[in-house]
């Protein structure tokens, strides 16, 4: 098991962009949800964290935001906080508001007038697959659409790290795998850094560049799996022998974090 | 069109049965007037009821103005801290369960200018909706949405102006259109306790007006402004809540099969 306060667990190859070390969160209620966690973020890599419900995952992202105080440990950014986009489980979208005006939302905040804007969101409708529904309204949209305005919406802002928390659990299978393959696409072509929170070994192979295993109780990382297989990954990729294999080595270290 | 036939065909019905009923039992007027008496009436008194109606109404829209205006800054008082909306809706809640026909006297004797005391007691009545919705309202934003902004570096001001008040809108709208209908039972419940004569006097007092006169026709005549008030404001209401919801909202959007 990993200790408090050791130096970063994994070797670092590329520079971290964020860090978080002997990282404690323990809440109001007295629930312990990280225990002395150590996880660093590469710079553009696409991170999974994969663990079984309550390991602290989504805690994990929601403090690398700044949302919500840490008990105890540090995170540590290689250089100034960046910009961060937050893409959540549920679209999260304004409801009085059209697609364009859901997209233009984090921009609006800085201040950018509309005008000036509106190349940006046009770019960021186009990139998710969303042209010309600028003027629909969330209700009128599908579940996978109404995703695509949120992943939009953190793309319009260009965020130096995208925090993705279970976005497609909530999604059918078809729509998911279409939207796996888009933000792999969109990841390969922006080099972004994104952390990626699931509980689908399978979506987690299927997208990331490394995984990292979690347990519950108290939430830390159990252990870690880099998925060294180059891009392009395509869906070819799903039924490929290597993605059986890797899928084969995470559900066993997921068992055993379970166990532990 | 479908909306409107129905309830209109009924009414058709309904005062076509009145008139016969009234016509075979041979009622004399001065217990229950028929439909085309009342309707003759109104036409005959027009002069008289409708100025009446007028005051009636401007105390009711008077009032319907105050309580939006108080009841959203109240509300909005008690959205910026738990403390002020924890110590204040008690009161609020008093106001509201104290029925206003046992403090309308007391505000009458302490308000010299009666059309004052009237709007008053209008505005007890009908404020209460709007700032208990407007308040829940406040409080029902979306946490993802709010965590968002935090994110973005939002300030309150922008927090309120982006998320929380169109967070409000449609509980706001529910309440109004609560408040218009009580706000013109408010005006015409004081009207009655006011029981002023004169030329400011509103329906309420052409009803007890015509009661001490026995002018039974003239009474219903009333009567069917105040409801044909009561029914308008609440049809205006329902338009400007359907106009300002229909594209987003789901109690106002279409559903389709």
Not at chain 1, 63 to 74: E, F, Q, V, W
């Amino acid at each position: 098991m990993l200790q408090k306060n050791r130096p970063d667990p994994f070797p670092v190859e590329t520079p971290s962009l964020v860090a978080l070390r002997g990282v404690d969160k323990v809440y109001s209620n007295g629930v312990v949800a990280l225990k002395g966690l150590d996880l660093a973020v590469r710079e553009g890599e696409l991170l999974s964290l994969l663990g079984p419900s309550g390991c602290g995952k989504s805690t994990v992202l929601r403090l690398i935001a700044g949302l919500g105080d840490l008990s105890s440990g540090t995170i540590e950014w290689s250089n100034r906080r960046g910009d961060i986009g937050f893409v959540f489980q549920d679209p999260t979208l304004m409801p009085w508001a059209t697609v364009f005006g859901n997209i233009y939302l984090p921009l609006r905040v800085r201040g950018v007038p509309k005008r000036e804007a509106a190349a940006r969101i046009e770019r960021a409708m186009e990139q998710v697959g969303l042209a010309g529904f600028g003027g629909a309204y969330p209700r009128e949209l599908s579940g996978g659409m109404r995703m695509r305005v949120s992943i939009a919406r953190s793309l319009v802002a260009e965020p130096k790290i995208l925090l993705m928390d279970e976005p497609f659990a909530a999604l059918d299978e078809i729509t998911r795998f279409k939207l796996n393959d888009d933000l792999l696409a969109l990841w390969a072509s922006q080099r972004w850094t994104v952390v990626f929170v699931t509980h689908s070994v399978f979506e987690s192979v299927y997208l990331s560049t490394r995984i990292l295993v979690m347990s519950a109780r108290p939430g830390r990382v159990a252990a870690e799996v880099p998925i060294a297989v180059p891009a392009p990954r395509d869906p070819s990729f799903r039924t490929s022998h290597a993605y059986a294999e890797h899928c084969r080595i995470v559900s066993a270290k997921l068992a055993q974090a379970m166990q532990a | 069109m479908s909306r409107v036939l129905p309830p209109l065909l009924m009414l058709i019905i309904g005062l076509a049965a009145w008139e016969i009923a009234v016509r075979t039992a041979h009622l004399p007027v001065y217990i229950l007037p028929g439909p085309l008496v009342i309707a003759q009436t109104l036409v005959r008194d027009w002069s008289t009821l409708f100025p009446s109606l007028v005051v009636t109404l401007l105390v009711t829209l008077g009032a319907l103005a105050a309580a939006t205006l108080l009841g959203v800054a109240i509300a909005l008082l008690f959205a910026q801290s738990k403390w002020i909306e924890l110590s204040l809706f008690p009161y609020a809640v008093i106001l509201q369960v104290t029925p206003i026909v046992a403090i309308a006297p007391l505000i009458i004797i302490w308000v010299k200018d009666t059309a004052t005391a009237l709007l008053i007691c209008a505005w007890i009545v009908s404020f209460f909706p709007i700032l208990s919705n407007t308040t829940l309202g406040l409080n029902s934003t979306d946490h993802n949405l709010l965590n968002l902004l935090q994110l973005y570096g939002a300030s309150r001001r922008q927090v309120f102006w982006y998320l929380r008040l169109p967070s409000a809108l449609p509980f706001f709208l529910g309440g109004l259109r609560i408040s218009g209908g009580l706000a013109l039972i408010g005006a015409v419940v004081a009207e009655f306790v006011a029981g002023s004569g004169g030329i400011q006097s509103g329906l309420a007092y052409r009803i007890l007006e015509s009661g001490y006169q026995l002018n039974i026709p003239r009474m219903f005549a009333a009567l069917f402004m105040i409801t044909g008030t009561g029914i308008l404001i609440f049809v205006i209401l329902t338009l400007v809540s359907h106009l300002a919801l229909s594209r987003w909202h789901e109690s106002a959007a279409k559903r389709e099969g």
